[in-house]
């Protein structure tokens, strides 16, 4: 079993959409839950932590469900600079320092 | 916030040859720096995490000989792969943490990748 699963799409919606990526992990020990983006050919860059209560940033939504061990992000009224790959990660000890990445949800937003 | 650079950012190398990457970290000191390799439409894989001054912890399946990384400083970090292969071809990225305050999750800062290709 992945340590990291993502449905890897990709999504494509129009712009305004609201779309949500699920993921799962497999280490109940992990501490630190991640959204990462990442554009074609570049580095993965930080979008937002995720907390157990849940948190908002803007039109970005990331929930946490460490009973089922399911982490989530909701983006709301997309618009084109959203196209990205967006990548769930997950620390691999309690130490918090290496990071564990899924293989990443596409997301194409159109006009 | 952090800055973490790579060099060189591209490289073409012929089969049998041996390329360094440097990973730097600009204006912090990084405790650990980890270098990671995706192939296409794969995710991140992590290849080893260096601590400043200290032999280089390798995940299981990357053969330290070949991946041979040296962190000599804190701010300085380089991954040589040695007889490079056409199988070697990837994006290597690096990472620094910059060591969070007490009981927070140590924050990872991205290097922006090499892209190698070995003919």
């Known amino acids: 079993r992945k340590e990291v699963e993502q449905d890897p799409g990709p999504f494509n919606v129009p712009e305004g959409a609201t779309v949500a990526f699920n993921c799962t992990y497999s280490n109940s020990a992990s501490q630190s839950f991640f959204w990462y983006r990442q554009d074609c050919r570049k580095e993965p860059k930080l979008l937002m932590s995720v907390y157990s209560s849940g948190n908002e940033d803007g039109r970005f939504t990331a929930q946490l469900n460490r009973a089922s061990q399911y982490i989530s992000l909701l983006i709301r009224d997309s618009k084109l600079s959203d196209s990205a790959t967006y990548l769930c990660?997950?620390?691999?000890?309690?130490?918090?320092?290496?990071?564990?990445f899924g293989k990443g949800t596409t997301l194409s937003v159109s006009s | 916030g952090a800055v973490v650079s790579q060099h060189p950012s591209w490289v073409i190398c012929k089969s049998g040859t041996s390329v360094k990457i440097e990973c730097r970290s600009l204006d912090f000191q990084a405790t650990t720096m980890f270098w990671y390799r995706q192939f296409p439409k794969q995710s991140l894989m992590l290849m080893a995490t260096?601590?400043?001054?200290?032999?280089?912890?390798?995940e299981q399946g990357v053969e330290k000989d070949k991946f041979l990384i040296n962190h000599a400083s804190l701010t300085l970090s380089t991954l040589t792969v040695t007889s490079a292969h056409p199988e070697d071809s990837s994006f290597y990225i690096c990472s620094a943490t910059s060591r969070g305050t007490s009981g927070s999750t140590d924050t990872q800062y991205f290097g922006p990748g090499t892209r190698l290709t070995v003919l």
């Open positions: 260096s601590n400043e001054g200290s032999k280089a912890t390798y």
């Open positions: 990660v997950v620390n691999s000890d309690q130490a918090g320092t290496a990071l564990i």
